[in-house]
């Protein structure tokens, strides 16, 4: 079992920035990949970024140059530093942590920027 805890949403104006957490526990050395995902209303969800055992990282095209995942292992906590957040990032953002084969989701933050 694997508990995920995201903090750091919010209300931000569009160009600024926002740090979101999200903290794991429980059985963590088997977790292989760690991901962040958004919903919108209406609308399906979506990849945003995911780091690797080994930080090896992937980015959705719409948020590469401006999102930056990092994990800190002492911590056990990811985050997602987002950068020139635009109104469209508005959105629930979920932590994932992937522990083949099992899958675990975060309660989820939200996030609203505004124009």
């Known amino acids: 079992q694997v508990q995920l805890v995201e903090s750091g949403g919010g209300l ?7 740090r979101l957490s999200c903290a794991a526990s429980g059985s963590i050395f088997r977790i292989n990949v760690m ?8 609308r399906q969800r979506e ?3 995911t780091i690797s055992r080994n930080n090896s990282t992937n980015y959705a095209d719409s948020v590469k140059g401006r999102f930056t995942i990092s994990r800190d292992n002492a911590k056990n906590t990811v985050y997602l ?8 990032d508005t959105a629930v953002y979920y932590c994932k942590a992937d522990v083949s084969p099992f899958v ?5 933050t939200q996030v609203t920027v505004s124009s």
């Not at 991901?35 to 209406?42: M, N």
């Not at 675990?104 to 989820?108: F, N």
């Open 47 to 49: 990849l945003v970024a």
């Open 35 to 42: 991901g962040w995902y958004r919903q919108a209303p209406g």
């Open 12 to 18: 931000v104006q569009a160009g600024g920035s926002l």
């Open 104 to 108: 675990y989701w975060g309660q989820g």
């Open 81 to 88: 530093q987002m950068n020139s957040l635009k109104p469209e």
